[in-house]
């Protein structure tokens, strides 16, 4: 029996340890390898699927309300979508309150639709399709997606044609007065 090869066993038998000390070897060195290539080249891969820089660039936006005049609408684009900005009059605010919520398909208050009443921030794209509608068109002096002939009211609410649901409202915070930030 060579030395150096061979444990004792409990039992007084002799037991071999160099394969099992080796493989220990082998499996260490293989995981510490395939952990650096892990690192160095399968990450890499993984991370190019996040989205880029110009496009996280546009996950938020701020836009300037001063410019809008009481009773006119603005329209910019946010992640490639039109979003209207509405300012709106009180006889707007007040056209859209009176509705009765039993009237509407996609019932929504005009107070759960505008943070402030006379600002209404919405998407631009019909929900029957994805269209744009036109401001002050169609019925209800909202909009009309000439598509498909839905018609919107003040507040964005589908009113009447195949669209299955309001305009929806992206989420928005007002910075100050004059400034809101979209995203």
């Known amino acids: 029996m060579a030395e150096g090869n061979t444990d004792m066993t409990a039992g007084g038998a002799p037991q071999e340890t160099e394969g099992t000390r080796r493989d220990f070897l082998y499996i ?3 995981v510490f ?3 650096g290539i892990g690192r160095g080249v399968v990450w890499p891969l993984i991370d190019q699927l996040n989205p880029a820089d110009n496009v996280k660039a546009l996950a938020s936006i701020e836009v300037d309300l001063s410019k809008v005049a009481v009773g006119s609408q603005m329209k ?3 992640r490639g979508k039109a979003v209207f900005i509405r300012h709106r009059t009180e006889a707007d605010i007040a056209e859209a309150r009176a509705v009765p919520l039993d009237d509407l398909p996609d019932p929504a208050t005009d107070e759960s639709r505008a943070e402030r009443p006379e600002w209404l921030i919405m998407l631009g ?3 029957h399709l994805g269209c744009v509608p036109i401001a002050d068109r169609g019925e209800y002096d909202g909009w009309f997606c000439p598509c498909h002939g839905s018609h919107y009211d003040t507040a964005g609410r589908i009113r009447k044609g195949p669209a299955p649901r309001n305009l929806d409202i992206p989420p928005y915070a007002f910075l100050n007065d004059t400034t809101i930030k979209i995203g």
């Open 33 to 35: 390898a395939a952990a």
């Open 76 to 78: 910019v684009l946010w």
């Open 125 to 127: 794209v019909c929900t």
């Open 28 to 30: 260490g060195t293989a």
